[in-house]
Nanobody, 116 residues
Framework: QVQLVESGGGLVQPGGSLRLSCTAS????????MGWYRQASGKQRELVAS???????NYADSGKGRFAISRDDDKRTVFLQMNSLKPEDTAVYYC??????????WGQGTQVTVSS
């Protein structure tokens, strides 16, 4: 069974930083496009950032200049470095793995709370 396990969430003050990690198992990780999504309370899930299997990155406007997505295929892990965090970044952050030949998979989510 495919597993995506996120970690690194928590409580941080405005202006602080967090680094999220998502480690995958039972997938050919290097073939997958990876993404981070978030869902704030009462809102729809939205894309935060994505990185393709060949390393092309894409960011939602909300995170441009503050967030950085990267991947380590040897470790089957995708990262999201989040800097200059704002209260509006508070959400559950989900890892997504997508490959057109097999579909996509989701992690269980990790809570990020930005508050003083």
């Amino acid at each position: 069974q495919v597993q995506l396990v996120e970690s690194g969430g928590g409580l941080v003050q405005p202006g602080g930083s967090l680094r999220l990690s998502c480690t995958a198992s039972r997938i050919t990780f290097s073939r997958f496009n990876m993404g981070w999504y978030r869902q704030a309370s009462g809102k729809q899930r939205e894309l935060v950032a994505s990185i393709s299997s060949n390393g092309i990155t894409n960011y939602a406007d909300s995170g441009k200049g503050r967030f950085a997505i990267s991947r380590d295929d040897d470790k089957r892990t995708v990262f999201l470095q989040m800097n200059s965090l704002k209260p509006e970044d508070t959400a559950v952050y989900y890892c997504n793995a997508q490959w057109s030949l097999v579909g996509d998979y989701w992690g269980q989510g990790t809570q990020v709370t930005v508050s003083s």
